[in-house]
């Protein structure tokens, strides 16, 4: 149908805005595991299909391959820019590099780091464990409660298809921060029950 309020726009199909160059008649969609671009070009009577079998939200790669290809048949170069799939990506697996060498070094400091604060009180305590404990409640809530809600069709499988690099850095920073907010609980309890043998013993030997 024809959108009352776009006049470039009709049955699914989209004129070119005037700084595009050639003028195009477009069609595309995408979901979690596909994208798809068509453009036709009048001025040449060509005609571009591009079809991949994965999609990311940073970037909109069918069309940028059939702008590419358009430019072929226009006789000029197709332009190459910055990849900012690669950009994010990089990035994303740069933070994931970052969160596993953090995660590591906090397990193995769990014992200092439980040793030290069990002398501030309860509540102090508590709150210093946050930065752990939130992130598995906010990324656990996304991964294992999101999917089940009603009208929901995606799956945590269709989020991995959809931005791989995302939901790794998600995945590990879940496991790391369950590790670490139940090591130090468990620290704690072990340590409390340790100086509360302590002590009866020595009350017991005096």
Do not use: C
Request: a positive charge; zero cysteines; aromatic letters at 12%.
């Amino acid at each position: 149908m024809h959108h009352k309020q776009n006049n470039r726009y009709g049955l699914g199909w989209s004129l070119s805005t005037s700084g595009t160059k050639p003028p195009r008649i477009s069609h595309s969609g995408s979901i979690s595991t596909f994208q798809s671009q068509q453009d036709i070009v009048p001025s040449s009577g060509y005609a571009v299909a591009v079809l991949l079998n994965s999609f990311t939200p940073t970037f909109e790669h069918a069309y940028e391959i059939s702008s590419g290809i358009i430019n072929i048949t226009e006789g000029n170069q197709p332009e190459v820019g910055t990849s900012l799939p690669k950009v994010a990506d990089f990035s994303l697996g740069f933070l994931t590099i970052l969160y596993l060498v953090l995660g590591i070094r906090g397990i193995f400091r769990s014992k200092k780091w439980t040793v030290k604060r069990l002398k501030h009180p309860i509540w102090r305590y508590g709150f210093r464990l946050i930065p752990q404990a939130l992130p598995v409640v906010l990324i656990g809530w996304l991964l294992f409660i999101v999917p089940t809600l009603q009208n929901n069709s995606s799956t945590t499988l269709d989020a991995f298809g959809l931005f791989p690099a995302a939901m790794i850095l998600l995945v590990v920073g879940f496991i790391f921060g369950l590790i670490l907010t139940v090591l130090r609980i468990f620290l704690s309890n072990k340590t409390e029950l340790v100086n509360i043998v302590s002590k009866m013993a020595f009350k017991y030997n005096y």
